[in-house]
């Protein structure tokens, strides 16, 4: 890209200095015509001039020879003709863009103490007038400069605010993003292990039986294979309904607790634990959510207490309080330290269900001491409940 001895921001600028300086060229030339050699210096000095300002930009020590040497071209031509005395404005704008300010300013004051002088010389004195013209051209360029400098300074430190804002936003919606699919890799988590894996593990569980029963009681071996082929379609049931990302078909023709005793009498199917439900206080309609995060902690409690507590006595209770919902799930079994991280997955997710519904998964236990697991929701407003 060409460009000139003036910055990008200054480049509104640059064009109004190379035009006037171009028309005061023209009208000096104009004025010295009678005077080839006064004609073909200023021809010169043009030439100089947009040849340093068209050419690539220049570092800053040539670009400084060239103004040098244009200030001495023209001060030539000033002493030459009264006419190209005025070139000295374009040359304010020049000094105070290429040199630095300290340098500047003397360099302009010296620019209007020679252009005053030229104009002496020619008219043979100084008058008021001729101190004036170039003073107030100097005043001008210097307060049009550092004032355009000031607001281009303004300027920029607002461009980079709004990048780096625009940078935090991207950011922060990057980070959103993360935390969103975490979130959803964490609800499919919970979703998969309190559904297909609690399962499947039902599924092996009665497989294993009827393949012991299968040689002393093909009568109960049957039976374990038909509760299996039934835990089976259940489970195909909740992944369809998992991909549609609808509720547990347990819960879609019947209430909360119509749900959660068929999902004992189940679970005590394929269990050799006795499993007892009972609803204590008065049911109260709950929203959805609350239903499903309700059933996949008894479904995870159940499946926790089939699979590793070996409990003989398992009890399920859904208490309806003034202001709150609890489900216990306590069994006899052989009990765990809930502090050891080994405690499982399950757990985590259980707690996590009650933690988005504002309530609380407590779990006491102990080795040799069985395990309570207790899921309190608050009730929500009458008007969102279902």
Known sequence: MRTDPFSPPMRPIAWAVHGTFLV????????????????????LLGVFYLAGVTRHRPRRGPARVWLALLTAGWAALALASPGFVWLAFPLFFLYLHLLPRLAAVPGVVLLTAAAVGATAWHGGGVTVAEVLGPSIGAAVAVLMTLAYQALYRESERRRLLI???????????????????????????????????????????LLRAARRDLDTDRGAARGRLEEA??????????????????????????????????????????????????????????????????????????????????????????????????????????????????AGYGLRAMRERARALGGTLTVESAPGEGTAVAATLPLPAEGARR
Do not use: C, K, W
Not at 24 to 43: F, K, T
Not at 248 to 256: A, D, E, G, K, T
Not at 321 to 341: C, I, Q, S, T
């Open 24 to 43: 005061l060229l023209a009208i000096a030339l104009v004025r010295g015509l009678p005077d080839g050699a006064v004609l073909a210096g200023g021809l």
């Open 229 to 342: 082929e039934q835990a089976a379609a259940e489970n195909l049931a909740e992944a369809r309904n998992f991909v549609r990302a609808l509720a547990p078909p347990v819960l879609q023709r019947s209430s909360l607790a119509d749900a959660l005793r068929r999902i004992t009498e189940s679970a005590a199917a394929r269990s050799a634990a006795r499993i007892r439900f009972e609803v204590s206080g008065v049911p109260a309609g709950l929203p959805t959510e609350y239903e499903v995060a309700l059933v996949r902690i008894a479904q995870g409690a159940l499946g926790n207490a089939a699979q590793h507590s070996h409990a003989g006595n398992v009890g399920v209770t859904l208490t309806y309080l003034d202001d709150m919902v609890v489900l216990d799930v306590v069994d006899d079994g052989r009990g765990f330290d809930p502090a050891e991280p080994a």
């Open 163 to 205: 990048d780096d804002l625009v940078r935090t936003r991207e950011r922060l919606v990057r980070a959103e993003a993360d935390a969103a699919r975490l979130t959803e890799r964490e609800r499919l988590a919970r979703e998969i292990h309190d559904t297909l894996a609690q399962g499947m593990s039902s599924i092996i569980l």
